[in-house]
């Protein structure tokens, strides 16, 4: 099993920046990919960003987030963040971290082969 906890939630003005980390325990070597995603009200959750493992490591964005979100990953710390730049009202969202694999390729969004999820924060971001 992994565990994921998610850090860095909160409420902020259109415009500015958030940085959201995740921590993986557990059976970290069953994880090769990691991500976010977020579910905003009413919505089904969606990735945004996710950034592989193994030999070649790639970062993919989701459309609308593509120029303002960045994804990085420490795997000596075992961690995952998203820094969120510029950030909109439609931001506006639980997030949560995503360990685990993904199918290889350009589509998206990414078909998951296995993971875990963890809790989620929550982000508002107000006009």
């Known amino acids: 099993q992994v565990q994921l906890v998610e850090s860095g939630g909160d409420l902020v003005q259109a415009g500015r920046s958030l940085r959201l980390t995740c921590t993986a325990t557990?059976?970290?070597?069953?994880?090769?990919?990691m991500g976010w995603g977020r579910q905003a009200p009413g919505k089904q959750r969606e990735l945004v960003a996710i950034?592989?493992?193994?030999?070649?490591?790639?970062?993919k964005y989701e459309a609308s987030v593509k120029g303002r979100f960045t994804i990085a990953r420490d795997n000596a710390k075992n961690t995952v963040s998203l820094q969120m730049n510029n950030l909109k009202p439609e931001d506006t969202a639980v997030y949560f971290c995503?360990?685990?694999?993904?199918?290889?390729?350009?589509?998206?969004?990414?078909?998951?082969?296995?993971?875990?999820w963890g809790q989620g924060t929550q982000v508002t971001v107000s006009s």
């Open positions: 995503f360990g685990g694999a993904i199918q290889s390729g350009s589509r998206w969004p990414p078909q998951v082969l296995f993971g875990w």
């Open positions: 557990g059976t970290i070597n069953h994880v090769r990919d």
């Open positions: 950034i592989t493992g193994g030999n070649e490591i790639t970062k």
